[in-house]
């Protein structure tokens, strides 16, 4: 890296119009971690070339890694200024105004990136997480699917299919969806204990308790999760354990 960083110096100096060499000094400064200088090296990549995409690409990335929306989301209009049908800004326009908490523009911006890329898993998820914000089941299950249907092993969709379930109270069908999920995750305690919950709806207390306690041996100092033991324990009439978890 120490290499390649002096001779990107070295051309600057040569030649200091050279965004692409501005741009690819940027990323050695994010391994690095010194994500200051990585931002000014992309600023003056745009700068010397507006029309210069992968420097808002990666200069939005990065603002979005710091939690920056709506400075990243500035970005990525400039970058579809330049170039309309460019997905990846939309996708990334996208999830920068779902987490902004923006439904309404996220659907809209990762609906078109999808138009122009359908095999954004990122954009069919958390458009996805916006259908099932607005209560539209049949729309978030379409989405999780066409997730699946490019990567199977996509535990993530698998997870998100339990809760659109277990929302609707369907607890038999979460729980498909759950233990899938926590297959391809078995050590993730997130997943075993809403596998746990769906058991202890579905009346599968014995199975509940199993899932739970696989969960607490990941992460014993979960308050949510004793409480879930504890409800489980006094709904198989162990008094002594639940009052222990409460």
Known sequence: ESEALESFNKALVLKKNIPEALTSRCLLFERQGDRQKAGLDYRKAIQINSAYLPAFNNLGALLMDGENYREAIKLFSEA?????????????????????????????????????????????????????????????????????ALNPAA?????ERGKAMYYISDYSGAVQEFARAAELKPEDPVYLYWLSLALYKAGNYDGALGMASRAAAVKPDSYQLRGLMGDIYAALKDKENAAAQY
Do not use: W
């Not at 535990?155 to 997870?159: C, D, G, K, T, V």
């Open 155 to 159: 535990a993530l969709a698998l997870f």
């Open 80 to 148: 579809l200024a330049v170039k309309q049908d460019y997905y990846y800004a939309l996708l990334n326009r996208g999830l920068s105004l779902y987490k902004l908490g923006d439904c309404t523009g996220a659907t809209a911006d990762l609906s078109r990136a999808l138009e122009l890329n359908n095999k954004l898993e990122m954009a069919y998820y958390h458009r996805a997480l916006c259908a099932r914000k607005a209560r539209n089941l049949p729309a978030a299950l379409a989405d999780l699917d066409a997730i699946l």
